[in-house]
């Protein structure tokens, strides 16, 4: 391959076609004196003359003849693999399965609507949400995972992030409960006893450093891995808890018996993210999925 100059494939499928060094000339943009020498090259590499005279024009030879149509093919097949992939994907054609890593809350409130609009639109695709344990890059990396959703982090520098939507902390409390009785304050807020959600078992957070900023400090007697967990428990109880607003403006189930209030103590905004790996940056699959994704949960946010 160190002696094959690849550029003379293109060249001989259009002299082939053309039969005419002249017309090959303007199609391949060289001067007239440009494509004769790369005809006299071709005809040192293939060992044959290709295309000789017969009165004013130039006519294959039989060796040309059985050439053309494989060398047509070939370029042909050589321009779709260095040809930058598209978004003429038909989704309708796709049988693929992409793998979506996110928390409970993301599943519940979201992966509904997500599979309708998928199989609406690729019956042959298949999704499969993944148990979000920890922010580690490795499944990203080597491809187990597709789709990572949660709030952006540093799990590696190359991980690219879209944002799907913006989110913030409220307080949720059950239906009748004496904390919404009357009007919020910090001191009555952080007199309740509060129902925490953390993967890793932590007992603080944002709202509490708020909090300590007043002198205050929330009575924490429950730790949960997932909102869910949470917000079942708050609805049983006279316990606090602490969730994204989403989960209690999507009105379902997860939301029932249960009032949602604005702390009364201001805390970070919650940037809610879509993560890939780059080298999916311009899979057609991929980004279609992508996109599908951040409409649909845009639209139901």
Known sequence: MD?????????????????????????????VSAASRTLARLRSATGDPLLVQAGRSLVRTPHAEQLAGRVHALTQEVRALLTPATDLMDPALLER??????????????????????????????????????????????????????????????????????????????????????????????????????RRGASKGPVDDALHELGLQRRIVVIVPSFLDAMNIARCSDLIALVPRSCIRDGGVAARGLDGFDLPVATPELAISVMWHPRLDADPAHRWLRKTLVATCRSAA
């Open 97 to 198: 399965t992409f793998t979506i890593r996110a928390n409970e809350g993301f599943v519940t409130l979201f992966a509904a609507r997500l599979v309708a609009s998928i199989i609406d639109a690729a019956p042959n695709v298949r999704l499969r949400f993944a148990p979000k344990s920890d922010k580690e890059a490795a499944p990203l990396r080597d491809g187990r995972i597709d789709l990572e959703i949660g709030t952006a982090g540093a799990s590696a520098p190359e991980i690219r992030s879209q944002l799907i939507l913006r989110d913030c902390f409220i307080g949720a409390a059950r239906l009748g409960h004496p904390l919404l009785a009357e009007p919020m304050s910090p001191q009555r807020y952080a007199a309740c006893r509060h129902v925490v959600t953390s």
């Open 3 to 31: 002696t094959v100059d690849l550029n003379l494939l293109a060249a001989l499928d259009v002299l082939l076609a053309e039969g005419s060094v002249t017309t090959a000339a303007r199609r391949l943009g060289l001067s």
